[in-house]
């Protein structure tokens, strides 16, 4: 049984990979040359094996099991699939520049959420710090060629909202 600082230290090393992995994810979806529905295909059939063989080796104590999905599960899987399908195609159809820009408003999204849904009301600094920081988030945005990746960009948002579900 590990204690709570094994647990603390465990979590730490867990998402300072899963951090290099997602910062590095734009370098490598560029650097294949396959279309994207080769890609898609691809990483859904290797990002899916790996996530069951870890879910079985962690989660079964007999083994190999398949699951039996319930309707949450379901869900998550479907939302996984969109995620995914929506964020390698915007990093295709827009620079990944662009498209982690728009990752990053992760944070006012969850925000505006908690807001709508639960009632909770943020500080007024943080509003305005929010709105500060959005609009820095549209001057990136702003470009001379406009509408050249505007399918990313919708892409790259699309991705971020369906990981709000």
């Known amino acids: 049984m590990m204690n709570d600082r094994s647990y603390h230290r465990r979590g730490l090393i867990v998402v300072a990979m899963a951090a290099v992995c997602w910062s590095t994810a734009g370098f490598f979806v560029r650097l294949i040359t396959a279309d994207v529905m080769t890609l898609l295909f691809w990483r859904g059939i290797l990002s899916g094996a790996a996530l ?3 879910y079985t080796l962690t989660e079964s104590s007999n083994g190999f099991f398949l699951v039996r999905p319930n309707w949450s599960t379901v869900g998550v899987m479907v939302a996984s699939a969109l995620a995914m399908i929506c964020g390698i195609s915007a990093l295709r159809f827009t620079t990944v520049a662009e498209a982690m820009v728009i990752y990053a408003t992760t944070p006012f999204i ?3 959420i908690a807001w709508l849904v639960m009632g909770e009301r943020p500080s ?3 509003v305005m710090a929010s709105i500060l920081a959005l609009s820095g988030v549209g001057v990136v945005l702003m470009d001379e060629q406009r ?5 990313g960009r919708i892409l790259a948002l699309d991705h971020l909202l369906v990981w709000q579900l």
Do not use: E
């Open 124 to 126: 007024r600094i943080t």
């Open 52 to 54: 069951y063989l870890v």
């Open 110 to 112: 969850t925000a505006a």
């Open 147 to 151: 509408g050249t990746s505007v399918i």
